[in-house]
T-cell receptor, first 114, second 115 residues
Framework: NAGVMQNPRHLVRRRGQEARLRCSPM?????VYWYRQLPEEGLKFMVY????????ESGMPKERFSAEFPKEGPSILRIQQVVRGDSAAYFC????????????FGEGSRLTVL | AQSVAQPEDQVNVAEGNPLTVKCTYS??????LFWYVQYPNRGLQFLLK??????LVKGSYGFEAEFNKSQTSFHLKKPSALVSDSALYFC?????????????FGTGTRLLVSP
């Protein structure tokens, strides 16, 4: 009965380092979404993936950010050369299909850039 | 594409009193609307959704929401608030041209229920 699993829950990086955030969707779910929540703000859509495919990356910054959802293994959100403005909570969600709007969220990965 | 707005940053209510958390929407076409709740240091949880049909939608934990087309609103309600309802509440709508895969969330309303 595992839900959406995200790790690490907390990550501290210095400016210029790389951050890798992992997300394992709920069992049976093949749709993964990444959202970013800045302090005191709502959630902002970043990217929507299905297995091995990026379906919608319209919310992803054009540089330094990338996401993948390989055939085997978790989805990865990668942030290269982090800056302080990347400090945020990154939430992954999954769904069984794309036609319900009911997303199941993980508990988030909180990135702090020093 | 649709968008939502939550006009209140915070709502305070005493335990046992009714609560309302407001949401208004802007759509081109049929509105699809959702409410999610976020407890401290947790991910969002789905509460309820309006797709079509009855204007009063019932959801989890005793919450319900009323769809009002003339006022373009989808307010979240509960007849009797509990202290454990204190959380951050988000209204959402699909942000893409088709499908629900790209939910756009409001800025959130913090609900504080006092004992």
């Amino acid at each position: 009965n595992a839900g959406v699993m995200q790790n690490p829950r907390h990550l501290v990086r210095r400016r210029g380092q790389e951050a890798r955030l992992r997300c394992s969707p709920m069992k049976g779910h093949s749709h993964v979404y990444w959202y970013r929540q800045l302090p005191e703000e709502g959630l902002k859509f970043m990217v929507y993936l299905q297995k091995e495919n990026i379906i919608d990356e319209s919310g992803m910054p054009k540089e330094r950010f990338s996401a993948e959802f390989p055939k085997e293994g978790p989805s990865i959100l990668r942030i290269q050369q982090v800056v302080r403005g990347d400090s945020a909570a990154y939430f992954c969600a999954s769904s069984q299909g794309s036609d319900t709007g009911e997303l199941f969220f993980g508990e988030g990965s909180r990135l702090t850039v020093l | 594409a649709q968008s939502v707005a939550q006009p209140e940053d915070q709502v305070n209510v005493a335990e046992g009193n009714p609560l309302t958390v407001k949401c208004t929407y802007s759509v081109s076409g049929n509105p699809y609307l959702f409410w999610y709740v976020q407890y401290p240091n947790r991910g969002l949880q789905f509460l309820l959704k309006y797709i079509t049909g009855d204007n009063l939608v019932k959801g989890s934990y005793g919450f319900e929401a009323e769809f009002n087309k003339s006022q373009t609103s989808f307010h979240l309600k509960k007849p009797s608030a509990l202290v454990s309802d204190s959380a951050l509440y988000f209204c959402a709508a699909p942000g893409g041209v088709t499908g629900f895969q790209k939910l756009v969330f409001g800025t959130g309303t913090r609900l504080l229920v006092s004992p």
